[in-house]
């Protein structure tokens, strides 16, 4: 059984706003080998349109090898898409999806491969509050924002983790690996 993976970026304070970062190259490794070890991953319409930035940059490199590279495995890794809005997706390792978000996750969980990741915001909140997420893994930048959208807003049941493991940056951003608590 495939595990479904929360990967998000936040901001010391809170926030879940990719505007508001700027990763350094170790920090694009790190998501550069995070989606190479996975078959696919979910997005929102939102996240999904922020991520069509790295499209160009397969065809045309932008000289930086940190932002080449996870341009590549972007593109490469298959895309499933949750909107209401947008009718199709000209990407061709992305498509929207057929089933609504629990049916389409736990079909893919039952499916033999590698993990599932998520991507977006939205959908770790709706996916926090089914019980789907098999783990978290919460890169908390040092920078503070004052105001966005939180990473965990209007969260109906409270939810409790372990901590299974912590990765730490040169430039100062970690990793919190957490597990979801069995209620």
């Not at 706003?17 to 996975?38: N, W």
């Not at 061709?92 to 996750?105: I, K, Q």
């Not at 019980?131 to 209007?154: A, K, M, W």
Request: aromatic residues 8%; contains cysteine.
């Amino acid at each position: 059984m495939r595990k479904i993976v929360a990967a998000i970026n936040m901001t010391l304070d809170g926030f879940s706003d990719h505007d508001a970062l700027s990763p350094d190259a170790e920090v694009h490794q790190h998501y550069t080998d995070l989606l190479s070890q996975a078959d696919a991953i979910l997005y929102g319409r939102t996240t999904f349109e922020l991520m069509e930035y790295w499209r160009p940059m397969v065809e045309k490199p932008s000289g930086d090898p940190a932002m080449d590279d996870f341009a590549v495995e972007m593109n490469r890794i298959q895309k499933i898409v949750f909107s209401s809005s947008l009718q199709r997706i000209d990407w061709a390792s992305a498509h929207l999806a057929t089933r609504p978000l629990e049916e389409e996750v736990l079909a893919l969980k039952q499916q033999s491969g590698k993990d599932i990741l998520v991507g977006s915001r939205s959908l770790i909140l709706q996916l926090m509050e089914l019980n789907l997420i098999d783990e978290y893994q919460i890169c908390t930048h040092p920078v503070v924002v004052g105001s966005g959208r939180p990473l965990f807003e209007n969260v109906i049941d409270r939810k409790t983790f372990r901590l299974t493991n912590t990765k730490i940056f040169k430039g100062g951003a970690i990793i919190l690996y957490y597990a979801p608590e069995k209620e």
